[in-house]
């Protein structure tokens, strides 16, 4: 773990409260700072006593006691967190957070709180699959907060199932995956616009000219973004994907649309990354109503679309532009000439022709071509870690750039 990160451990009452107390030792261990408060429920499983000597700083359990004048208890945690983790959570403690109920430490702190929040649920296996719980967790998701999953095996009670807290062990290496993450893909005050997806050039009411581009690759990106700090706005062309939580989206249908909703968003960008795959060309006349069959063939006139991504580099002042290049034959050759040609920073290309890579696919093989620097070959991998490896060197260069 990235050494001095402040934790803020809730814990709520379930007797998974005595792994909370293995968990507290272990973050202490692995260098965090740990704090925790205790539910009234919590302290008849293990005594504050218990958290006092194993994180080493007092415990708090009641909101109204302010033992210094000069702060509000539950502002002051919520403010000093790096990362707040509630385990276990309870059924009880996660309908109040979805609720926006305060009526005791952990909820009024949570609820003043700016820090990630990280809920690790546990209970008995039917309790966790109750519809309201289902509600209350997708409505906590929604706000940005981050399920630690609990696992399955025996419960307390005795049944097998899902509803087990996950490991100290475990849950301390998911946290520090994600500090050393977040190091590396550090855009904390960055604004990332990232487009995505294909676009839709209509014809008629019913046809339309469009590719097989699904929109993965992009919203990976606005995931990685987000989870490097960044203020993300994805514009996105019509898929079938749930845009990450707190990430601002755009829908889009044609080119002509992206091309207004990106340049009018450009000069408030930092980051522009452009991944949809934007026809081309367009029908040059279209038809209000269905065009009917008729003998023979018919002919539909194209005209160019306008290129975004040169617009964009003879636009741009300070903000780094990636750029994304899907071909098949001449990789390199034409990657190197877009780089230059558009005035982009960075191109990412692919032959989507190679098993692994290109639309549609859950894996990826790029290569990164940068304005200054080696080019970065990338193996097979999938799309999310392709996603914050590219975050990753932008991250890099605008640091790079910014010195």
């Known amino acids: 773990m990235s050494m001095n990160k402040k934790i803020l451990l809730c814990v709520t009452g379930g007797i998974a409260v005595y792994k909370a107390a293995a968990l507290t030792s272990k973050l202490v261990q692995a260098g965090a700072k740990v704090k925790v408060i205790l539910s009234d429920s919590a302290a008849k499983f293990v005594s504050p006593l218990t958290f006092q000597a194993l994180s080493r700083n007092e415990v708090h359990m009641d909101t109204f006691e302010e033992k210094n004048a000069s702060v509000i208890a539950h502002i002051d945690l919520a403010d000093w967190a790096d990362l707040i983790l509630v385990a276990p959570a309870t059924a009880n403690t996660i309908g109040k957070l979805a609720n926006g109920i305060a009526d005791n430490m952990i909820t009024t702190t949570l609820l003043a709180a700016t820090a990630p929040v990280w809920i690790a649920p546990a209970m008995n296996v039917h309790m966790y699959d109750h519809p309201a719980v289902k509600k209350n967790v997708s409505v906590l998701a929604a706000y940005d907060y981050q399920f630690i999953e609990p696992s399955e095996g025996y419960l307390a009670c005795g049944y097998v199932g899902k509803g087990r807290l996950e490991e100290p062990e475990r849950i301390v290496e998911l946290i520090s995956q994600y500090f050393q993450l977040e190091n590396k893909l550090s855009l904390k005050g960055k604004t990332v616009v990232i487009t995505a997806g294909p676009t839709r050039e209509k014809i008629d009411p019913v046809r339309f000219i469009s590719n097989h581009s699904t929109g993965k690759m992009g919203y990976c990106l606005a995931e990685a973004a987000k989870k490097g700090g960044a203020e993300v706005l994805l514009i996105s062309g019509p898929v079938n994907i749930k845009a990450p939580s707190g990430v601002n989206v755009i829908n889009v249908e044609s080119a002509e649309e992206m091309y207004n909703a990106v340049v009018s968003n450009f000069d408030a960008a930092d980051i ?132």
């Open 272 to 403: 522009v990354i452009k991944t949809a795959a934007v026809a081309d060309y367009r029908p040059k006349e279209t038809f209000e109503h269905k065009v009917k069959k008729q003998p023979g063939n018919k002919v539909i006139e194209l005209e160019r679309t306008k290129d975004i991504l040169y617009t964009l580099g003879q636009m741009k002042k300070e903000q780094i532009l990636v750029g994304f290049a899907a071909e098949t034959d001449h990789i390199e050759e034409y990657a190197q000439k877009k780089l230059f040609a558009k005035n982009a920073d960075m191109i990412v290309a692919n032959n989507v022709k190679e098993k692994g890579a290109g639309f549609g696919t859950d894996t990826n093989i790029v290569t990164i071509f940068k304005r200054n620097g080696p080019k970065l070959e990338l193996p097979l991998m999938s799309k999310q870690a392709v996603a914050d490896k590219i975050i990753e060197e932008i991250s890099s260069l605008k640091k790079e750039l910014e010195e």
